[in-house]
């Protein structure tokens, strides 16, 4: 019986369609089917209710664009093959494939120095050697050496169905309307000249508020205070964790989450002993969440306290600013030394600075460039009047400060 691909309904957008058998055993391969269990948005969910849905909705999501996409590039003649377009759909697909529990808020705390990107390219290779060299193109696509280098950009740049699908999705699930893109006008207007993506001159006030909406997002929601203080306990019940195992304090912990609380797992750890890579996909949010609910009453103090502030959504009071905080720090680790007698090395877990960032538009990156009417061709903030100036362009620092209020 010959194969007629599936349906998938989207709450966004509806009817996906999957015609193509190769990404069909993608998406039903276990370490894709993970993501079903791996939170878009971290712990935003604790400010924004909705704000559940996962990385399978928005891998799905963002391959759906890039086959809108694909399409609208061969309807102004850009030559792209069947293979061509598989291979890109398959590295969307699999660009998020890396993520491990909570997304972007455990990035770097059960594995030191080797982040989401490098770990989805292990993952594409390791697959590959399984599925017949199926996944060639999307590997030269992902490591940006595929011929038609305009497919990497649909990919990973500034203007790529990664964001569009993010900032629509997760805008839908907060109930954050800034976050609403006009992302099938972007879609239709992007063309191809010199090998490079391109927006049509008609297409500029649409990137615009692409842009501006992604700057909205950010400090609203991805940073907004109550989100960056509740990501910042989770990291820290990992590190509490992760110091306890390392001292021989017996935790309870899934096997696999085990494995990375009581050993040392750092990026040439991957590189050299590809068991590691089958465990890391091995755990979700459900291994970390599990423990969470049992280290509440561990012998540790320290541990309990926040796995308990956890739980009960008791989040550390956390304010944003462009000042020093650090003579507030000192003044809230010395309260919190009278009142409960901590000492510094638990106060660390109790109260402390950092520092949050994010740019709306980077000049210096792959730029979003228009394909002028007569012609020519700029980047966005080089347009007539354009909203994206230099102002825009610059990166925003923020410190913060949480702390436990007693």
């Known amino acids: 019986m010959s194969y007629k691909g599936k349906i998938i309904n989207d709450p966004v957008y509806g009817f996906i369609k999957v015609p193509e058998q190769e990404l069909m055993a993608i998406i039903e391969h276990p ?11 971290g712990m935003a969910h604790l400010v924004y209710p909705g704000a559940v849905h996962t990385r399978f909705h928005h ?71 399984t599925m017949n060299g199926v996944l060639d193109g999307a590997i030269e696509i992902h490591k940006d050496l595929y011929p038609k280098k305009y497919l990497h950009q649909l990919v990973s740049s500034q203007l790529d169905v990664d964001r569009m699908d993010y900032l629509n999705r997760d805008s839908f699930y907060t109930g954050v309307s800034e976050g609403v893109i006009g992302y099938d006008r972007i879609l239709q207007m992007l063309t191809v000249k010199n090998e490079e993506i391109m927006v049509e001159e008609k297409g500029v006030h649409s990137v615009e508020k692409f842009i501006i909406a992604r700057r909205l997002m950010y400090w609203q929601v991805y940073l907004h205070k109550a989100v960056l203080g509740a990501e ?35 990026k040439a750890d991957f590189e050299y002993n590809p068991e590691n890579l089958l465990r890391f996909c091995e755990l979700d949010d459900n291994d970390v969440l599990c423990s969470i609910k049992v280290w509440m009453t561990n012998s540790d103090p320290v541990l309990a306290q926040l796995c308990k502030m956890m739980m009960e959504r008791k989040l550390y009071k956390t ?57 020519s061709s700029c980047d966005i903030s080089e347009i007539e009047n354009p909203l994206v100036n230099q102002a825009l362009a610059k990166p925003v620092h923020k410190n913060y400060i949480c702390y436990l209020q007693p």
């Not at 370490?31 to 948005?41: A, D, K, V, Y």
């Not at 003649?77 to 909570?102: N, Y």
């Not at 306990?233 to 964790?241: E, H």
């Not at 507030?328 to 402390?352: C, H, I, P």
Request: aromatic share 6%.
């Open 31 to 41: 370490w894709f089917q993970r993501l079903r269990n791996i939170r878009q948005m």
């Open 319 to 375: 304010i944003l600013s462009t000042r020093s905080l650090e003579e507030m720090l000192v003044e809230k680790r010395k309260s919190l030394k009278q009142k409960l007698g901590w000492d510094d090395a638990t106060l660390n877990y109790f109260a402390f600075t950092g520092t949050t960032s994010t740019s709306t538009y980077n000049v210096d990156d792959e730029k979003i460039t228009i394909a002028m009417k007569n012609g």
């Open 232 to 266: 910042m306990l989770l990291v820290n019940i990992l590190k509490r964790a992760k110091e306890l195992a390392l001292n021989g304090h017996q935790l309870f912990a899934s096997p696999s989450l085990h494995y990375f609380l009581y050993n040392k797992i750092a």
């Open 59 to 129: 891998s799905l999501g963002a391959c759906h664009l890039m086959g809108i996409a694909l399409e609208e590039l061969k309807l102004k003649d850009v030559p792209l093959s069947k293979e061509d377009c598989l291979s890109a759909r398959i590295a969307i697909l699999m660009h998020d494939i890396g993520h491990g529990p909570f997304s972007h808020a455990l990035e770097h705390s059960l594995v030191d120095g080797i982040n989401h990107e490098m770990l989805s390219l292990m993952l594409l290779k390791r697959m590959n050697e």
